[in-house]
């Protein structure tokens, strides 16, 4: 599976935007960027996922480059909540989700 | 609405034992996955299945094995159990198969082994 490199850690003050970045520099042209994230104590949830264009839900926006090289996943006001592992993910294959070490978020009151 | 369910929550078991960690999908999810997450690490892929086969298969030891049911509930089972197996196990599932497909995952068994 291609490979993504995430920041290791991450602060943000609490409601207040955050932006998650993402390169995957060998991604390909049928590889879907997906974002998993994993609060303590508790499985992973998906949060997003694009092919090209960006991408909006109700939990976050997906802003992918125009090269696909590399995307953001954006929280317009992170919360206390929003505390996690977020993981971004190449989905190259139907099946399984490959996780890699993940950008650990922490939101300061 | 509905979640994945995993049973048990917890389990504790001796070396050398066997055990059987079971994932009820959510209603209409044809597909389950199985991950291994140890202390302090990324959750690892173990095995899927969609519509009752193995379709993919990761770093799952020999000693393990799995399979999905008619009612596609899913079954992990761990044989002659190590220290190192102590983890917790996310099963999830999806309907279809897909690389747009999102994974829902459950709440996870914690396996302790003495």
């Known amino acids: 599976d291609a490979k993504t490199t995430q920041p290791n850690s991450m602060e943000s003050n609490e409601e207040e935007p955050v932006h998650l970045p993402c390169n995957h520099s060998t991604i390909s042209g049928t590889d879907y960027i997906h974002w998993y994230r994993q609060l303590p104590s508790q499985g992973p949830e998906y949060v997003i996922h694009?092919?090209?264009s960006n991408v909006n839900n109700r939990m976050a926006s997906l802003a992918i480059a125009e090269d696909r090289k590399s995307s953001t996943l954006i929280l317009h006001r992170a919360t206390l909540r929003d505390a996690a592992v977020y993981y971004c993910?190449?989905?190259?294959?139907?099946?399984?989700?490959?996780f890699g070490p993940g950008t650990s978020l922490s939101v300061i009151p | 609405a509905a979640g994945v369910i995993q049973s048990p929550r917890h389990l504790i078991k001796e070396k050398r034992e066997t055990a059987t960690l079971k994932c009820y999908p959510i209603p209409r999810h044809d597909t389950v996955y199985w991950y291994q997450q140890g202390p302090g690490q990324d959750p690892q892929f173990l095995i899927s299945?969609?519509?009752?086969?193995?379709?993919d298969k990761g770093s799952i030891p020999d000693r393990f094995s799995a399979q999905q049911f008619s009612d596609y509930h899913s079954e992990l089972n761990m044989s002659s159990l190590e220290l190192g197996d102590s983890a917790l196990y996310f099963c999830?599932?999806?309907?279809?198969?897909?690389?747009?497909?999102?994974?829902?995952f459950g709440p996870g068994t914690r396996l302790t082994v003495l």
């Open positions: 993910i190449l989905k190259t294959s139907y099946d399984k989700v490959i």
């Open positions: 694009g092919l090209t």
């Open positions: 999830a599932s999806s309907s279809g198969i897909g690389v747009y497909n999102e994974q829902f």
């Open positions: 299945f969609y519509e009752k086969m193995q379709s």
